[in-house]
């Protein structure tokens, strides 16, 4: 957004420096006489009429003078020109008081300079203080920028303008409307105040209720209270920070951002996203949610980090206490990733998954989802899967490496590769309980809704089936068994801010 807002009001009849108080004095008029005029004695003059004052022309086709207040009225195709400022005013009429040095221009004005074009009805400018003030609507073009507004006001000492109520600005960087504009010719910075709608030549859409900054020489922007939308994507925050020439861009508190194409919200207090390498960071209760087909995965993290550079291979990554929420999958490690590609999640560190009843631990976890489910999961080093059947007894397998098969949720398979070893809880018709225990090289269990239909056991077999008379405390358990507390399972509503009640 290059936005460049001409400060047309200090050039305005080209009032330079205040000098001494002079009079009004006729340069050409082809008739004049002595009239009543609006209850005093003035100078009517007709045909061709030129005023001077100082290095100010004004010319006319008629005109009142009065030289005791030192006040002119001027009517009929009112020019003010200033040929040491390059300054070319066109109006119906006019009011100048000679002594106060305010000028009056009404219907039609057209105030114009080398680069800028100002359209009005009324304009009013303050010699004495240099400030120049348009009201009843007015319209602003120059080289950059089409503004309309129905106020304006513009100080020659500060440098400063405001447009005011119902602001309109089109250039080829945006088209804005906004309550209130200011801008700062030395420092070219922009404030738009209130509630602001700015749309680029990309269609990307801003809003904002408190408005937003920017610098042209910098390029550097804020917004406040807003949001930015595309074809692809939606951010919200409170604030949001952009250094468009790095390409870097902040937001803070409150966030929300939204890719569409992927089907996933992300949210935190503190944002950053880097245009040039593709890569975004959130921290401060961040978290995200990947909408799935009837259901929504939620990770929570202490850094969400995005990663876009490669289009094929675009990937998140979420980093310390990491938590996760699935209706039908629950999981928490010390980082995860996430593959668009190929739609798996990596578990690292310490990570535990929950799917129903049964608990999954090993060195390192990946979830394959198809169709947005779960499909199977890959589980290495110290595999360990336990699952808790209705009586309270821990079903329990491990390995050096599984591979769990699910369906509708549900565990359907698991093939164990090394060192495995199984205990499962049998019940007969009659009410009977057994314990099946067995250790082998590899095995493979078939379940139904998570229970046990047929264990295939491949070399160096070793298993026995314990009556339940004989069995030990010390039979139920696998070496390495640990069974986390409920309350370490991730809960909805810890993950997402949005859904508590107090937001």
């Not at 909408?291 to 990554?317: C, E, P, V, W």
Request: with cysteine; proline share 1%; aromatic share 10%.
């Amino acid at each position: 957004m290059r936005i460049v807002i001409a400060l047309f009001f200090g050039l305005l009849l080209g009032l330079g420096s205040v000098q001494a108080q002079t009079s009004v004095t006729i340069k050409r008029s082809d008739k004049l006489t002595l009239e009543e005029f609006e209850g005093q004695k003035m100078q009517k003059l007709l045909g061709d009429v030129w005023l001077v004052q100082d290095q100010t022309n004004i010319y006319c086709d008629s005109a009142y003078l009065s030289r005791a207040t030192n006040v002119a009225r001027a009517f009929g195709h009112v020019r003010i020109i200033n040929l040491e400022e390059n300054i070319n005013i066109a109006g119906d009429s006019l009011l100048y008081n000679g002594n106060t040095q305010m000028a009056q221009l009404r219907s039609n004005v057209v105030m114009k300079d080398d680069s800028t074009t100002l359209y009005t009805d009324h304009l009013d400018y303050f010699r004495l203080t240099k400030q120049g003030r348009y009201f009843s609507g007015g319209q602003l073009i120059d080289a950059y920028n089409d503004l309309t507004s129905e106020r304006g006001i513009y100080n020659a000492n500060t440098k400063k303008s405001v447009f005011m109520d119902k602001v309109h600005l089109i250039n080829v960087d945006l088209v804005m409307d906004t309550d209130t504009l200011y801008y700062d010719a030395d420092i070219s910075e922009m404030l738009a105040r209130g509630n602001t709608v700015a749309i680029t030549p990309e269609s990307d859409t801003l809003r904002t209720s408190d408005g937003m900054l920017y610098n042209r020489n910098t390029e550097y922007a804020e917004v406040y209270h807003g949001n930015i939308s595309g074809t692809d994507y939606y951010i919200e925050a409170d604030s949001l920070f952009a250094d468009n020439i790095s390409e870097y861009y902040r937001a803070a508190f409150q966030i929300i951002l939204k890719s569409y194409s992927d089907s996933l919200t992300i949210y935190g207090d503190q944002g950053t996203y880097n245009k040039v390498e593709k890569t975004a960071r959130m921290h401060d209760n961040a978290y995200l949610k990947k909408m799935l087909q009837g259901d929504s995965l939620f990770i929570a993290a202490d850094t969400l980090y995005s990663n876009q550079s490669d289009s094929t291979q675009k990937y998140l990554s979420a980093y310390r206490q990491v938590e996760m929420f699935k209706s039908d999958l629950q999981g928490v490690a010390d980082s995860v990733t996430f593959q668009f590609s190929d739609s798996t999640i990596y578990m690292f560190q310490d990570p535990v998954v929950w799917a129903e009843d049964s608990q999954m631990t090993a060195d390192s976890i990946n979830i394959v989802m198809r169709n947005d489910k779960i499909d199977r999961m890959n589980m290495t080093k110290n595999a360990f899967v336990i699952s808790k059947d209705s009586l309270a007894n821990f079903n329990q397998v491990k390995g050096r490496e599984m591979e769990i098969f699910f369906k509708n949720g549900f565990l359907n398979k698991t093939i164990v590769n090394g060192n495995g070893e199984s205990i499962y809880h049998l019940q007969e018709a009659d009410g009977v309980l057994s314990l099946n225990k067995m250790r082998c090289s590899n095995m493979a269990l078939y379940f139904e809704k998570n229970t046990v239909t047929e264990i295939r056991t491949y070399t160096q077999v070793d298993g026995s089936l314990i009556p339940e008379s004989e069995i030990l405390p010390i039979d139920k358990r696998l070496r390495g068994f640990e069974w986390f507390a409920s309350n370490r399972k991730p809960k909805l509503y810890s993950i997402a801010r949005h859904l508590r009640y107090d937001r």
